[in-house]
């Protein structure tokens, strides 16, 4: 079974820093990874969609890259802000089985401070 | 209006009683999915439809059926709920393919 770890499980950084988070999954076999955003009880808002065949995606301040072969996804967030604040989740979609249903990491809780 | 799109968002109700989520979506995908988010431990994958005709049990399906009684609707039946299955509840979408994936806003259930 596909395991995703997100690290680290949770992140407080000051505004204005760039932030990196990590992602890692065992099995290389994927279809695509996608990174989401949850606000406290809410939905899940997608940030970015990688294919397998591609090494990065970006969208604003935000930049996401895969390394498929070692199994590694980093999120990227350029000049953070308050409204940052969420936890981020990453997900991978497996090659087969499952109808391509995501396999989800736990998350990273982010705080950014004013 | 929201593409997928769940009811209720929040509902209390108590031990042994049957409930019904429903999720449905507007992006004209074939493919939905159910979800559990529990604290501390991500989502989980309940079931899953290809298309009307084809449903299929995900990781944690025991104690919970569904229906795919369109294109656009999916739901989610506790048959006989206990506290257990307190938890926030998601609905996704995605095209053939296993594109990108669409979530609801969630249903929190509350079993008391």
């Known amino acids: 079974k596909q395991e995703v770890t997100q690290i680290p499980a949770a992140l407080s950084v000051p505004e204005g820093e760039n932030l990196v988070l990590n992602c890692s999954f065992t099995?290389?076999?994927?279809?695509?990874l996608q990174w989401f955003r949850q606000d406290p009880g809410k939905g899940l808002t997608s940030l970015l969609l990688?294919?397998?065949?591609?090494r990065e995606q970006t969208s604003g301040r935000l930049n996401a890259s895969l390394d498929k072969s070692s199994g590694r996804s980093t999120l990227y967030i350029a000049a953070s802000q308050p409204g940052d604040s969420a936890t981020y989740l990453c997900?991978?979609?497996?090659?087969?089985?499952?109808?391509?249903?995501?396999?989800f990491g736990k998350g990273t809780s982010l705080l950014v401070t004013p | 209006d929201a593409d997928v799109t769940q009811t209720p968002r929040n509902r209390i109700t108590k031990t042994g009683k049957r409930i019904m989520l429903e999720c449905s979506q507007t992006?004209?995908?074939?493919?939905m999915y159910w979800y559990r988010q529990d604290p501390g431990l991500g989502l989980q994958l309940i079931y899953y439809?290809?298309?009307?005709?084809?449903?299929n049990k995900g990781e944690i399906s025991d104690g919970y059926s569904v229906s795919r009684q369109a294109q656009a609707k999916f739901s989610l039946s506790l048959e006989s709920a206990i506290p257990n299955q307190t938890a926030l509840y998601f609905c996704?979408?995605?095209?053939?393919?296993?594109?990108?994936?669409?979530f609801g806003q969630g249903t929190r259930l509350t079993v008391v």
């Open positions: 992006k004209g995908h074939d493919r």
């Open positions: 099995d290389s076999a994927i279809y695509n």
């Open positions: 990688i294919q397998s065949s591609q």
């Open positions: 439809s290809f298309d009307v005709k084809d449903i």
């Open positions: 997900a991978v979609r497996p090659d087969s089985n499952s109808g391509y249903a995501l396999n």
């Open positions: 996704a979408t995605s095209e053939a393919g296993g594109t990108e994936a669409f």
